[in-house]
């Protein structure tokens, strides 16, 4: 069985393939201190508790981080007797190959998001996804990573609101009731909210006509769902985009050997 890690700036997530569907999927901080042995201390007694046994065979890791990847790597030889494939790094080819400027280092996330949305939808896509920050990733008709933009994370974007503004409180991201706000809580939550809805939608509307092309937009992140509820930005929204991507990539390299 293959165990998929996705190490993000803000959360980690561990999720073991069978092959046919994802057996179980958890998520934890990402903290680069973080040791291979409090790793599996974790996830074993995770497993443990949910009765799963799994014989995992082969690991797969994306990180946005690299001080966690030495320890990643120490956790799947020490427990698992295997060379863990990393996206981005010698030993794991892509399915197809970015084709950025020369010397341009595309972010491991970047490249299994388009894994996975070429492989559920085909090319000419835009990638929306809503993490730390909100990344705009263009995948071409034959699936290559072509480019993209890179804007602020909606928290954030919140967070810099508090920090920088002695008066501003930190807040939740909600819909408004309204865009005009009346009270400093709900002045905050309509610029950011209805601030991203304009970001999307004017940044994709612009990909699309300097491409060319009809594009379909798919969305990831855990703030998708909430910005498509009063918008019709995406075409599809996928929650689980960089764990299936890994399991693609995986499987590209396993059919090469």
């Known amino acids: 069985m293959l165990l998929a890690i996705d190490c993000g ?3 980690t997530v561990f ?3 069978d092959g046919d569907t994802f057996i179980s999927e958890w998520r934890t901080a990402t903290e680069w201190q973080r040791t291979a042995d409090q790793y599996y201390v974790w996830l074993s007694s995770l497993m443990k508790f949910q009765e799963i ?14 001080r966690v990847v030495f320890n990643l790597r120490v956790f799947a030889d020490r427990y698992f007797n295997t060379r863990p494939m990393v996206v981005g790094k010698a030993g794991c080819a892509l399915p197809a190959e970015p084709r950025v400027d020369e010397g341009t280092q595309v972010g491991p996330d970047r490249l299994v998001n ?3 949305a070429f492989d559920r939808h ?8 809503f993490g730390t920050a909100t990344t705009f990733d263009v995948v071409a008709d034959d699936g290559a990573y072509v480019g993209g933009v890179i804007a602020p994370g909606v928290n954030l974007s919140l967070e810099a609101l508090h920090m920088a503004a002695a008066a501003l409180p930190h807040v939740d991201i909600t819909k408004p009731q309204k865009v005009v706000g009346t009270n400093t809580v709900a002045c905050m ?3 950011v909210f209805w601030g991203y809805i304009g970001l999307v939608r004017e940044i994709c509307a612009r990909i699309k006509a300097e491409r060319g092309a009809a594009m379909k937009v798919i969305a990831t992140g855990g703030l998708a769902p909430l910005f498509q509820q009063s918008e019709a930005l995406f075409d599809a929204f996928e929650d689980d985009l960089t764990i299936h991507g890994l399991t693609v990539i995986h499987a590209y ?3 090469m050997s």
């Open 114 to 116: 388009t894994a996975g």
């Open 189 to 191: 939550q309509s610029g």
């Open 15 to 17: 999720a073991i393939w």
């Open 253 to 255: 390299n396993k059919g």
């Open 9 to 11: 700036n803000t959360n």
């Open 122 to 129: 085909g090319g000419d896509l835009v990638v929306v996804d």
């Open 53 to 66: 046994e799994a014989d995992i065979t082969d690991v797969i890791v994306s990180s946005t981080v690299p």
